[in-house]
């Protein structure tokens, strides 16, 4: 079990650290040339890194599913379990929020997608961190 917990970590930071690359990129990084402003030519290199890298990281919660999330939903008291089903709630619709924002071609339903996908990220990169160093934190 100690190797799953280590993949879904290091799978976790991969993804933490490619989408808040290609955040920055997409946001900061504009050029502008003689035609308009136009993407960083790095964007595509953090694009494709955040793409190949967050299917790890659902493959490691799939994982973690039947071993730590399912058992400790059913076995631990409600206050213990606040952080783990932040995370649960928070990873689904990060998930399919990205899912959609890639195939959606209605630009409503693209931005629509993007906020959701931007702010359940970072409520899930909150959960994940308190959830992560809780045992050193005392609240």
């Known amino acids: ?21 290609y955040f920055i990129v997409i946001e900061y990084f504009k050029l502008e040339t003689p035609y ?14 955040h793409i190949l890298v ?4 659902v493959f490691a919660i799939g994982l973690l599913w ?12 409600r206050f213990k379990r ?4 932040g995370l649960l709630a928070s990873f689904l619709i990060m998930t399919f929020s990205g899912y959609f924002l890639i195939v959606s071609k209605n630009q409503f339903f693209i931005d629509l997608n993007k906020y959701l996908h ?10 994940y961190l308190y959830h992560h160093f809780k045992k050193k934190i005392t609240i």
Request: no cysteine.
């Open 82 to 85: 606040i952080s783990g089903i």
């Open 36 to 49: 308009g402003l136009r993407p960083h030519s790095s964007q595509g290199l953090w694009q494709a890194f």
């Open 118 to 127: 931007l702010a359940s990220s970072l409520l899930w990169l909150l959960f």
């Open 66 to 77: 039947r071993e730590h999330i399912y058992v400790k939903l059913k076995a631990t008291t």
């Open 1 to 21: 079990m100690k190797r799953v917990y280590s993949f879904t970590h290091l799978a976790s930071y991969l993804s933490i650290l490619s989408g808040l690359g």
């Open 54 to 57: 967050v299917p790890a990281l």
